[in-house]
């Protein structure tokens, strides 16, 4: 407990000292909006024990689409402190304690996935951020894993992106990177289905505890893995790009875990 006091303490000072220089960035609308999260999450990751290791990097192409496997809560973290990336999430993270408004400040695009009648909506959105220059990231399989399995990529907004920006600019190609996250060590052990609990967050579990169980412990390690970048023309099949990137984060984070 004592721990917990400690790092949630730390973490409440690292956001307060940087928040001022987030509103700034994002008012004056310049680089601070990016770099203010990166070191929040590099700070973030360090002060609660989770040490990544990055296998490639994210490609300096534009627009870039990033398609990502989705274990747990520190997947935002993770991500966020070996690149500078806008990320997509669902609509019911907006009206979360601390993480909601978390995400707010980080310009964090949401959407709901149950209402297809908004897919359009959500295409633009994440258009206008990819055409503005910013690494939009989408957490294809919907919903978080036991961060063993990769569930299958949902294709819909890939393609609707596409659309949007074929029709709205002169771009004919974007380039989509497929990214994997695999958590291969808790603690020092190797993390195998005994220990996938420890660190995945899914299915019904809750976020508090096992937010706390995290901090408590700390000691997490993961690898972050980045596929090959692919510039896809506007002629390109949806389900055909989330297959490939499906293929490819189930290729890259079953090394990781072999490793």
Same mark, same amino acid.
């Given at each position: 407990?004592?721990?917990?006091?400690? !790092?949630?303490?730390?973490?409440?000072?690292?956001?307060?000292? +940087?928040?001022?220089?987030?509103?700034?960035?994002?008012?004056?609308?310049?680089?601070?909006?990016?770099?203010?999260?990166?070191?929040? &999450?590099?700070?973030?990751?360090?002060?609660? *024990?989770?040490?990544?290791?990055?296998?490639?990097?994210?490609?300096?192409?534009?627009?870039?689409?990033?398609?990502?496997?989705?274990?747990?809560?520190?997947?935002? @973290?993770?991500? *966020?402190?070996?690149?500078?990336?806008?990320?997509?999430?669902?609509?019911?993270?907006? @009206?979360?304690?601390?993480?909601?408004?978390?995400?707010?400040?980080?310009?964090?695009?949401?959407?709901?996935?149950?209402?297809?009648?908004?897919?359009?909506? &959500?295409?633009?959105?994440?258009?206008?951020?990819?055409?503005?220059?910013?690494? !939009?990231? +989408?957490?294809?399989?919907?919903?978080? #894993?036991?961060?063993? %399995?990769?569930?299958?990529?949902?294709?819909?907004?890939?393609?609707?992106?596409? &659309?949007?920006?074929?029709?709205?600019?002169?771009?004919?190609?974007?380039? !989509?990177?497929?990214?994997?996250?695999?958590?291969?060590?808790?603690?020092?052990?190797?993390?195998? %289905?005994?220990?996938?609990?420890?660190?995945?967050?899914? *299915?019904?579990?809750?976020?508090?505890? &096992?937010?706390?169980?995290?901090?408590?412990? *700390?000691? !997490?390690?993961?690898?972050?893995?980045?596929?090959?970048?692919?510039?896809?023309?506007?002629?390109?099949? %949806?389900?055909?790009?989330?297959?490939?990137?499906?293929? #490819?984060?189930? %290729?890259?984070?079953?090394?990781?875990?072999?490793?």
């Amino acid at each position: 407990m004592i721990r917990v006091i400690f !790092v949630l303490s730390i973490l409440v000072v690292i956001a307060l000292v +940087l928040l001022p220089f987030q509103v700034a960035g994002m008012l004056l609308d310049n680089r601070l909006q990016r770099d203010v999260p990166l070191l929040f &999450h590099r700070l973030y990751c360090a002060v609660i *024990g989770i040490r990544i290791t990055q296998v490639g990097k994210l490609t300096n192409d534009k627009p870039v689409l990033i398609l990502s496997n989705h274990v747990s809560w520190s997947d935002i @973290s993770v991500i *966020g402190a070996v690149a500078p990336v806008t990320f997509v999430a669902k609509s019911e993270v907006k @009206s979360w304690p601390v993480f909601g408004w978390l995400a707010r400040l980080q310009k964090t695009i949401f959407i709901e996935r149950d209402r297809r009648n908004k897919t359009g909506d &959500h295409a633009r959105a994440m258009a206008d951020r990819l055409l503005g220059g910013d690494a !939009v990231l +989408l957490f294809p399989e919907g919903t978080s #894993s036991d961060g063993i %399995r990769i569930l299958p990529f949902r294709s819909a907004l890939i393609g609707a992106v596409h &659309h949007v920006i074929g029709d709205a600019t002169h771009h004919d190609k974007v380039t !989509v990177q497929p990214v994997s996250l695999a958590y291969v060590r808790y603690g020092g052990v190797p993390v195998g %289905r005994a220990l996938r609990d420890k660190v995945a967050w899914w *299915g019904d579990m809750s976020l508090l505890p &096992h937010l706390l169980g995290v901090i408590a412990n *700390g000691a !997490v390690d993961v690898t972050v893995s980045w596929g090959d970048a692919v510039a896809y023309d506007m002629s390109a099949d %949806r389900k055909q790009i989330a297959r490939d990137a499906e293929a #490819s984060v189930r %290729r890259m984070t079953a090394q990781a875990l072999r490793a």
